[in-house]
């Protein structure tokens, strides 16, 4: 994620204010939160407490492991920066795993607590959908995730049909979780300050969620929108004759006007079929 200001010449970039000297890295998307109200009002949003299994994505230079950690005693985080994980393992209240999100085994780590997992984190914007994608199987293992994205993604995230912003990423993930945005975070909250606003949502699954063949409804929704501004006669229809799904679902829509139910219950009409 490209930052307002101009990126000085190579070797001459200015490091991170508090950071220690450590320069934001670009190709790991790193823009480190600073500002300390908007922190707080993050920590009371997550509302950390001891004995709970919390896990960091991307802790950074600390901004939000710090409050977090200062209740609740104890924070797994996952840093995939060589030179931030080494100065994180010198914290005895914390458990660094040195890695690429996308390759944790989240299940395991809820195993390994033996409870499950309060997942918090400001995201690197330029694979936020990857990481949502890569938690959605392991939501079982889940208590609420709090993330940092976006603000365009987290408009998408909790969007209702028949808003502009109702997409492939809405129904997919509302599915799942029960989802709201808890925090509107401006550029200058961050050093460097990104071209884009951010805001963190509150990720919560649904205890029960409608059972469903995660890969079909994927496939579906998929050709739903991929051509949103048309009918769905255009798109889904072919895709249901081709499983010989008639009637019972209302082609003279266009995708941002279907509800997440009506999308689940052809996706378990196909599924059946």
Not at 95 to 106: G, I, Q, T, Y
Not at 243 to 268: H, K
Request: charged share 25%; with cysteine; glycine share 6%.
């Amino acid at each position: 994620m490209r930052p307002d200001r101009p990126q000085p010449r190579s070797g001459t970039r200015r490091p991170v204010a508090g950071g220690g000297g450590h320069v934001a890295r670009k190709r790991f998307g790193q823009n480190f939160l600073v500002d300390h109200g908007v922190i707080d009002e993050i920590v009371r949003a997550i509302a950390p407490k001891p004995g709970e299994a919390l896990v960091e994505i991307g802790p950074g230079l600390g901004a939000l492991t710090n409050p977090v950690v200062e209740r609740s005693e104890k924070l797994t985080v996952i840093e995939l920066d060589r030179d931030l994980a080494a100065r994180l393992r010198k914290r005895q209240e914390l458990k660094v795993v040195e890695s690429d999100v996308l390759k944790v085994d989240f299940a395991a780590l809820a195993a390994e607590a033996g409870q499950k997992l309060r997942v918090i984190g400001n995201l690197p914007y330029n694979i936020s959908s990857p990481i949502l994608f890569h938690l959605l199987p392991v939501a079982e293992h889940v208590v609420d995730q709090h993330f940092m994205l976006q603000k365009e993604v987290v408009d998408r995230m909790v969007a209702q049909p028949g808003c502009k912003d109702y997409s492939r990423l809405s129904v997919m993930l509302q599915w799942r979780y029960d989802m709201a945005c808890v925090v509107d975070v401006p550029p200058e909250s961050f050093d460097p300050p990104p071209k884009v606003d951010s805001a963190v949502v509150r990720m919560t699954p649904w205890a029960q969620p409608e059972a469903v063949d995660v890969q079909v409804l994927e496939k579906m929704v998929a050709v739903a929108f991929s051509q949103r501004r048309k009918i769905l006669r255009h798109t889904l229809g072919a895709w249901m004759a081709e499983r010989g799904l008639e009637g019972g679902f209302d082609l003279q829509r266009r995708a941002e006007e279907v509800p997440v139910a009506d999308y689940i219950a052809l996706a378990r009409r196909a599924a059946a079929g």
